[in-house]
């Protein structure tokens, strides 16, 4: 498994924005897909987006296409997304999280992050 830590978040108003960061230690990074959840209060965990582990294939939620973007620097074992355009309902808890293989679902993953608080003011 691979250890990791968010950074980044914050308050931002609505229409700015944000790059959150994950930083991964413990195993080779390169080897591992990575992937962006939020959690609002009271709601589930939802998937944001997710990158292979050489940034080759990439996925976004519908709800994020268009405004976030997901990118990784294997040399840095930093994964990062990009969060333009933001609106209230993005506000969120967001964690990141890493695993041998690819997938655009919240289960299986095999490591997580603490996750950084969004607020997005209206």
């Known amino acids: 498994q691979v250890q990791l830590v968010e950074s980044g978040g914050g308050l931002v108003q609505a229409g700015g924005s944000l790059r959150l960061s994950c930083l991964a230690s413990g195993r080779t990074f390169s080897g591992y897909a990575m992937g962006w959840f939020r959690q609002a209060p009271g709601r589930e965990r939802e998937f944001v987006a997710a990158i292979s582990s050489n940034g080759g294939m990439t996925s976004h939620a519908n709800s ?3 405004r976030f973007t997901i990118s990784r620097d294997n040399p840095k074992t930093t994964g990062y997304l990009q969060m333009n355009s933001l609106k209230p309902e993005d506000t969120a808890v967001y964690y990141c999280a890493a695993d041998r293989s690819f ?11 603490q996750g950084t608080q969004v607020t997005v003011s209206s």
């Open 64 to 66: 994020v296409k268009g």
């Open 103 to 113: 997938k655009t679902k919240v289960g299986g993953w095999s490591s997580w992050g």
